[in-house]
């Protein structure tokens, strides 16, 4: 089972930071949460401080470029496989960075990507 640390979940059931979460559960996935506010979805804790986390094969971003500069060490620091760009969270900077460290920078939608098999 791989595990993926969603940034941006939130409790909002009509937000993609809330429906991927279901979906990445749906799909046999393990699921980190992390976001601006706490809160629970599908019983699963959203934390809004950076836990220590070992094992994460990806990181799906639901927040925008602007709010990301406080995630790039977090992230490459968590040496994920990838990180998936969601719509409307693409980031050139970032993705240089992750490349620089062997980490994939994926420009795609993770529900679609669940969909199509490809996650």
């Known amino acids: 089972m791989m595990k993926t640390l969603v940034i941006g979940a939130t409790t909002n059931p009509d937000r ?22 706490t809160g629970i979805v599908e019983g699963i804790e959203i934390f809004n401080d950076r836990p220590v986390l070992k094992d994460v094969h990806s990181v799906t971003l639901y927040i925008n470029s602007e709010k990301q ?22 980031n050139e900077e970032l993705s240089a960075m992750l490349e620089e460290n062997n980490i994939e920078p994926v420009n ?10 490809l996650y």
């Open 16 to 37: 993609y930071g809330n429906i991927v979460v279901k979906k990445l559960l749906n799909y046999g996935n393990e699921v980190v949460l992390m976001g601006p506010k």
């Open 108 to 117: 795609a939608c993770t529900l679609t990507m669940l969909s199509l098999s």
């Open 69 to 90: 500069e406080d995630w790039y060490d977090y992230i490459i620091d968590l040496a994920p496989k990838r990180v998936v760009f969601n719509p409307g969270a693409e």
